[in-house]
């Protein structure tokens, strides 16, 4: 059975950081380019950064460049968001998503084809 699961995410206060994580079971996560999602209460999911399957990463400039990276684990099978200078509107649902090309990274989430079940992140004083 092919899994993401995520975990790491949490309460913390503005300004605060935290690094979810993304592990795969069942498939090796280095052939897959992966996407990091979001949905807060009341909203449509979006996209905030992707990877891409040789480590390139691109991430929403409006909500989060500068603030999030992404890094792979091989060896964990596993992709790391960290997230500094966290906002209150940095709230939400946080889902990892994994999309088998060869090509690049996307912030849509049409292509994506494996989802984990998501993790909380909640910034708040």
């Known amino acids: 059975q092919l899994q993401l699961v995520e975990s790491g995410g949490g309460l913390v206060q503005p300004g605060g950081s935290l690094r979810p994580s993304c592990a795969a079971s069942?498939?090796?996560?280095?052939?897959?380019?992966i996407g990091w999602f979001r949905q807060a209460p009341g909203k449509e999911r979006t996209g905030v950064s992707c990877?891409?399957?040789?480590?390139?990463?691109?991430h929403d400039v409006d909500s989060v460049q500068g603030r999030f990276t992404l890094s792979r684990d091989s060896a964990k099978n596993t992709v790391y968001l960290q997230m500094s200078s966290l906002k209150p509107e940095d709230t939400a649902v946080y889902y990892c998503?994994?999309?088998?090309?060869?090509?690049?990274?996307?912030?849509?989430?049409?292509?994506?084809?494996?989802w984990g079940q998501g993790t909380q992140v909640t910034v708040s004083s």
């Open positions: 990877i891409t399957r040789s480590g390139r990463a691109a």
């Open positions: 069942g498939f090796t996560l280095a052939d897959y380019a």
């Open positions: 998503a994994a999309h088998r090309t060869d090509w690049g990274c996307t912030m849509d989430d049409l292509p994506y084809e494996i």
